[in-house]
């Protein structure tokens, strides 16, 4: 888990409507994601394809 640093805005019920991060937190989940969707993809395509595409065939 990317630790963060959130703060909260909250209506005038008590509910929790937003959430204020910094920059720097923002930009770290986003790469986390980002890392997460390849590894994903990576695993999807594992599973589908018995054989791997030769490197010039990719390129093209």
């Not at 930009?27 to 994601?33: G, H, P």
């Not at 997460?36 to 395509?45: G, K, N, Q």
């Amino acid at each position: 888990m990317i630790p963060v640093k959130e703060k909260y805005i909250v209506d005038t019920k008590g509910q929790t409507t937003n959430v204020i991060l910094t920059k720097k937190d923002y930009d770290r989940i986003v790469d986390y994601i980002e890392e997460l969707e390849d590894v994903a993809s990576y695993d999807r395509a594992k599973a589908s394809s018995k054989t791997a595409t030769p490197w010039k065939i990719v390129k093209r």
